[in-house]
């Protein structure tokens, strides 16, 4: 069964760097293009980075770009999230979202949650001092 478990949320304070892990079971994920998302209270879920199957290709939101890393760990068939430089109003729930492609292809932090298929429940991430 796919399953895709976040962790690594909670409290931060302004500039805190914590990290994010997604955890993959069922399948391997390095055949799958993963994204992070994010929603805030009171927003929609927004795209935030995904990384490509093949080649591990990046791509990020401006908002995060130069602060956030998205990279990826095939030996521990997890997606990562590495947040510098926090801000306020990084404060959401992140998830994380898996796409299988196993022939190479592209992403973009702006593609739409249709393209998808397993989510996770998300992690919140609270930034606040």
């Known amino acids: 069964q796919f399953q895709l478990v976040e962790s690594g949320g909670g409290s931060a304070q302004p500039g805190g760097s914590p990290r994010l892990s997604c955890a993959a079971s069922?399948?391997?994920?390095?055949?799958?293009?993963t994204g992070w998302f994010r929603q805030a209270p009171g927003k929609a879920r927004e795209g935030v980075s995904c990384i490509t199957s093949r080649d591990g290709g990046t791509n990020y939101t401006d908002s995060v770009k130069g602060r956030f890393t998205i990279s990826r760990d095939n030996s521990k068939n997890t997606v990562y999230l590495e947040m510098t430089s926090l801000k306020p109003e990084d404060t959401a729930v992140y998830y994380c979202a898996a796409d299988w492609s196993p022939s190479p292809t592209t992403c973009t932090a702006g593609d739409g949650e249709w393209r998808y298929e397993y989510w996770g429940k998300g992690t919140l991430v609270t930034v606040s001092s």
């Open positions: 069922g399948v391997i994920l390095k055949y799958y293009v």
